[in-house]
């Protein structure tokens, strides 16, 4: 069966340090979303793309974070710098006629 | 916009006990998502309603979405420690995705 993928699956980090987290979607789904989830929330949307183009990031912090999806396939997001209140889930998600998939997640932790 | 109340926010019940979790949408809904997540871990689907009085099962899992489409229900059967996590409803609002406010379920054993 077809998956998100995401990598890492964990990722510890210093604040004030890089950190970047790849999501492949599902071939031929052409959205993407990308969202944090802080522990005991629920997800919040950071950026949506359609093919390589942005639909909505209104709620990405864009002083620190960055998001891209260069040939329309997978995607990037990185926070630079990262800080201790960045510590969530990372979920990525795709979709295709109205099916969404999300990804297994990426966990940061950001001491 | 849109929002999703979910109730209760969170619920503990003993193991063999049936339990219904309610996700009600300010407008009306379109296609309506339930997901399951395991503490600190992705979201798992399970299933998707889009028709009103719409009603799919999986295992002892069911799920409703009611004739009016603002209002899904899902009800676990014989609650098992399997059944504890985080419960989501999740729609589709105008281009957007989103997500109830979550129902922590805790099954005692």
Same mark, same amino acid.
């Given at each position: ?111 | ?27 009306? =809904? ?9 503490? !600190?871990?992705? @979201?798992?689907?399970?299933?998707? /309603?889009? $028709? ?21 229900? =899902? ?9 504890? !996590?985080?419960? @989501?409803?999740?729609?589709?609002? /105008?281009? $957007? ?13």
């Amino acid at each position: 069966e077809a998956e998100v993928a995401q990598s890492p699956r964990y990722k510890i980090t210093e604040k004030s340090q890089a950190v970047a987290f790849w999501c492949d979607p599902i071939s031929g789904h052409a959205t993407l979303y990308w969202y944090r989830q802080i522990l005991g929330q629920g997800p919040e949307l950071l950026v949506q793309f359609q093919d390589e183009s942005v639909v909505d990031d209104s709620q990405l912090p864009k002083d620190r974070f960055s998001a891209e999806r260069l040939k329309g396939v997978d995607s990037t997001l990185k926070i630079q710098p990262a800080e201790l209140g960045d510590s969530a889930m990372y979920l990525c998600a795709s979709s295709f006629r109205g099916g969404y998939t999300f990804g297994s997640g990426t966990r940061l932790t950001v001491v | 916009s849109q929002e999703l109340e979910q109730s209760p926010q969170s619920l503990i019940v003993q193991e063999g006990k049936n339990l219904t979790i309610n996700c009600t949408s300010s407008k009306t =809904l379109y296609g309506l998502y339930w997901y399951k997540q395991k503490y !600190g871990e992705g @979201l798992i689907f399970l299933m998707m /309603l889009q $028709k009103g009085g719409e009603e799919k099962s999986h295992e002892k899992i069911t799920a409703k979405l009611d004739e009016k489409k603002q209002q899904s229900s =899902l009800h676990i059967t014989a609650s098992q420690p399997s059944h504890a !996590g985080i419960y @989501l409803c999740g729609a589709v609002d /105008l281009y $957007k995705y989103i997500f109830g406010t979550g129902t922590r379920l805790k099954v005692l054993a």
